[in-house]
């Protein structure tokens, strides 16, 4: 066996590891086990097949990139078998990828034939193989922050098709056209201009490809953003007419203010003080049924709470909210009303799981040592869960709890953590916020 064949090759087939590893950042909320079990049973799958596909090239002379072509199938499958994430997520996530991985393979083409010139694609050699590794693994790097961070929200948050779809499309373009412009014989690239030309092309062909992710990752963003806006603007919308039918209610009061005056001073003269004592409670409880709570200053959070508050209330919940925010709100105030709408949406889903009789649900925020907001949520609920080694997962689809994982999403993005528990019959959640102490006032 031709060893110096077999490690190039080898180190050829190796960029799967930074491939395989950045096919799961983007998509890391929704792995089926630990990273570390992850990692080994990628490892007894890739390192294998490597060794083995490198032997047969260096026996055989076998086309590597042709198997390896091949091979992509088999280990979307597997990548699909690790993961509770629909077809079209992970499909476009892992073929973004594979479309990427292309790129370090032809730099390392135009390596090689600039030290070996009259050599070629099927005599790769053991520089650009290290060469190849090394690049790959620099793209990995580069694009950890971006994907773990960022792209990772539109992952979890974006559940069209048809625009995952389109990403696959778009990223097919490239990883086929690629595979296609390898130069099997290194002396066409040094025919007249044709090696800077390629050296250009790929440059700018990446540079395409990276924004066309970022531009996705924005448009993602956006429509995120006013998702959340609009629901925003309809609460708002919701609380703007509950006002107004408290104006109108309290209008009749002070109308029938005068008629509960004379009542009383009428039983006043009879000496009456049980009836004034029983008007006076019924006045009372007329008021406060038409009162309307202010939660905080924040308009938008306000109509938040709120929109939840009647719909607890509908569902004959009983609430026990302490909410005790920092003016001015050192949050995005989106970042925030996001956190909490899924922080109620969940608990008002879970009480809906009990007898009418049994529904619950307390909320406190508050602001402790200064520069921490801490929020504490309970309630009722059948004690039913599905849970992963990651954490909680959906009772109501197939995948993680997407509320929670937003929830814990807002949390660590201003340096808190978000953990959620539960008894047989309660459920818990509690946060913890970062604050900035010169804006929180």
């Not at 990446?206 to 309809?234: C, D, K, N, P, T």
């Amino acid at each position: 066996m031709d060893m110096h064949k077999w490690l190039s090759a080898l180190l050829q087939l190796l960029i799967l590891i930074p491939g395989a590893a950045s096919c799961y950042l983007p998509a890391k909320k929704h792995m089926k086990y630990t990273i570390p079990g992850t990692s080994a049973l990628c490892a007894a799958v890739i390192l294998p097949y490597c060794f083995t596909i490198a032997s047969l090239h260096a026996l055989f002379s076998i086309n590597i990139k042709g198997i390896a072509f091949l091979s992509l199938v088999p280990f979307f499958f597997l990548y699909r078998r690790t993961m509770n994430l629909d077809l079209p997520r992970s499909l476009a996530v892992y073929v973004g990828v594979c479309a990427i991985e292309t790129f370090p393979a032809q730099f390392a083409y135009a390596f090689d034939a600039a030290i070996h010139p009259e050599s070629g694609a099927a005599d790769f050699s053991l520089e650009a193989g290290l060469f190849q590794l090394a690049l790959s693994a620099l793209l990995f790097l580069a694009f950890f922050f971006p994907a773990t961070m960022r792209f990772s929200r539109a992952v979890d948050s974006v559940s069209l098709p048809k625009i995952w779809y389109a990403t696959v499309a778009l990223s097919s373009i490239f990883l086929v056209f690629n595979i296609l412009a390898t130069p099997l014989s290194y002396s066409t690239l040094h025919t007249g201009r044709m090696y800077g030309l390629f050296l250009g092309f790929e440059a700018i062909a990446l540079g395409v490809l990276v924004g066309i992710y970022a531009l996705f990752y924005r448009s993602s963003a956006l429509m995120l953003e006013q998702a959340a806006r609009s629901q925003l603007l309809e609460m708002q919308s919701q609380q703007y007419l509950a006002l107004q039918e408290h104006i109108r209610q309290t209008a009749k009061l002070r109308h029938d203010f005068r008629h509960s005056i004379r009542l009383i001073a009428s039983l006043a003269e009879q000496g009456d003080t049980d009836s004034i004592q029983a008007h006076i409670a019924e006045y009372e409880t007329m008021l406060d049924r038409h009162a309307i709570a202010n939660y905080c200053k924040n308009a938008a959070l306000n109509a938040l709470f709120g929109y939840y508050h009647e719909m607890a209330a509908a569902a004959d919940i009983r609430t026990d909210w302490n909410i005790r925010l920092p003016e001015p709100l050192p949050f995005s105030e989106l970042d925030i009303t996001w956190l909490f709408g899924n922080l109620m949406e969940n608990a008002i889903a879970g009480c809906r799981t009990v007898p009418r009789d049994s529904r619950y649900f307390r909320l406190a925020a508050e602001v402790r040592h200064g520069n921490r907001l801490y929020i504490v949520s309970t309630n009722s609920f059948d004690g039913k869960v599905r849970k992963g080694k990651d954490g909680y997962r959906s009772t109501r689809h197939d995948g993680n709890a997407i509320g929670l994982s937003a929830i814990a999403a807002a949390a660590e993005k201003y340096g808190g953590n978000a953990k959620a528990s539960n008894s047989d019959t309660e459920f818990f959640v509690d946060v913890m916020m970062e604050i900035d102490a010169t804006k929180a006032g």
